[in-house]
């Protein structure tokens, strides 16, 4: 069975700073994975995604994330933290053929002025 | 613009009270779902429908009910066997299930008076 570890339930970072929040996954076959961002009382809204093209994926709003089987990880980061980015950052998967999603705890980043 | 309209945005229950939480889509999306969001533990999966009048049980379906009549909709019924109704509910579609990203609406505050 799948399943997704985000490690660290709140990260502060200094504006301009760089934003790394971490997600490692389990899976037994090749997953697809997601990372999506939500502000508060609102839905989640699509930052990236790997569908198994490249291992390097840039989102939206400046994130990037990485693909790395060797070590299980999905890690999402950004160059340089604007205030703006102060959110709550899921990590999901999910397989091929399925319907069900697997969702993190989530990260809530504060970016601090 | 497409998307996915929640109504309404805050609820509240009376103990003993069924209520009904709606959803609708306008992305031509055959797949709908139903998540529980309570602080610190990320989504859980309610219901979901791959296509319309068939659904299956999520993770926590007890105490909830769906149906799919139409392809753009799929309304959430919290009955009062649900004994902790209090949470965030968001509903999400997608064009399939697997690789294909979920699009959310903003959610319904529900709680009990």
């Known amino acids: 069975a799948q399943s997704v570890t985000q490690l660290g339930s709140h990260v502060s970072v200094s504006e301009g700073a760089l934003v790394l929040l971490r997600c490692n996954y389990s899976s037994s076959v090749p997953p697809y994975l997601f990372w999506y961002v939500q502000y508060p009382n609102q839905g989640l809204q699509l930052l990236l995604k790997y569908t198994s093209a490249a291992t390097l994926v840039k989102g939206i709003n400046g994130f990037e994330a990485e693909f790395k089987k060797s070590e299980t990880s999905f890690h999402l980061t950004k160059p340089s933290a604007h205030m703006s980015d102060a959110a709550e950052y899921f990590c999901?998967?999910?397989?091929?053929?399925?319907?069900?999603?697997?969702f993190g705890t989530g990260t809530r980043l504060k970016v601090l002025a | 613009d497409g998307g996915i309209t929640q109504s309404p945005k805050y609820l509240f229950r009376k103990e003993g009270q069924n209520v009904t939480l709606s959803c609708e889509q306008n992305l031509n999306h055959d797949a709908m779902y139903w998540y529980r969001q309570d602080p610190g533990q990320g989504l859980r999966l309610i219901y979901y429908?791959?296509?319309?009048?068939?659904?299956q049980k999520g993770d926590i379906a007890e105490g909830y009910s769906v149906s799919r009549e139409k392809k753009e909709s799929f309304p959430l019924t919290v009955t009062s066997a649900q004994k902790n109704p209090t949470a965030f509910y968001l509903c999400?579609?997608?064009?399939?299930?697997?690789?294909?990203?979920?699009?959310f609406g903003d959610g319904t505050r529900l709680s009990i008076l």
């Open positions: 999400a579609s997608s064009i399939t299930g697997g690789n294909q990203p979920q699009h």
């Open positions: 429908s791959q296509i319309v009048n068939d659904f």
């Open positions: 999901a998967v999910t397989l091929s053929g399925t319907y069900k999603y697997i």
